[in-house]
């Protein structure tokens, strides 16, 4: 029998903040049950599958585009200066998030003004980077912004701080699904120092 892994999609587009979706993308590769089975599944995604050059210049092959129709569980939404200044504008990209049927929607850094530009925010809790937020809270009234935290979950949506903020909330999502004692051994595993809360 095949195992069923949790799907997880990581949105790339050029501009992207490395750590955004490289934070998220270990964290979820990484993870196992404590007999080193897998738990997820991960991918990344961009509009049209070519290369796209990161913040800093850092190139990158996705794994899938958009014409590609892969059903996730999971979609994380990443920020940096491609998100808050060029895709916000991209109607096709913002189409295709609004089209996403996934289980947990999630933004890393500024990518919560990709979910509030596409209305998925309105009237719900969200965060971001901490120089942002300002802005967020200026141009999307309809969001109750939270200050100094590192993620905030609505259950369906996520939305973490800036930068390797979205590590903690991959952790936080890896506790939510699978429990406290593989999110910790998944951050030892990374030795990455965290206080992961029952």
Request: with cysteine; aromatic share 8%; hydrophobic share 45%.
């Amino acid at each position: 029998m095949t195992e069923v892994l949790v799907k997880v999609g990581i949105l790339i587009f050029n501009e992207v903040e490395v750590l955004d979706f490289a934070g998220a993308f270990e964290v979820f590769s990484l993870t196992t049950t404590l007999d080193n089975k897998k738990l997820f599944s991960v991918s990344t995604i961009s509009e049209s599958g070519e290369i796209i050059s990161t913040r800093n210049g850092l190139q990158i092959l996705p794994t899938l585009r958009f014409s590609d129709n892969s059903d996730f569980d999971i979609l994380i939404i990443p920020g940096g200066y491609g998100a808050e200044e060029i895709e916000i504008k991209n109607i096709t990209l913002l189409n295709w998030i609004k089209s996403q049927k996934v289980k947990i929607l999630a933004s890393v850094c500024t990518g919560a003004f990709l979910l509030a530009e596409c209305g998925l925010l309105d009237n719900k809790k969200a965060t971001t980077h901490w120089m942002d937020l300002d802005r967020l809270e200026r141009e999307y009234p309809a969001i109750n912004v939270i200050r100094n935290v590192k993620f905030v979950d609505e259950e369906e949506i996520i939305t973490s701080g800036g930068i390797s903020a979205g590590i903690n909330m991959s952790f936080h999502i890896v506790k939510k699904l699978f429990g406290i004692e593989i999110a910790k051994w998944t951050a030892r595993r990374m030795e990455y120092d965290i206080d992961i809360q029952e």
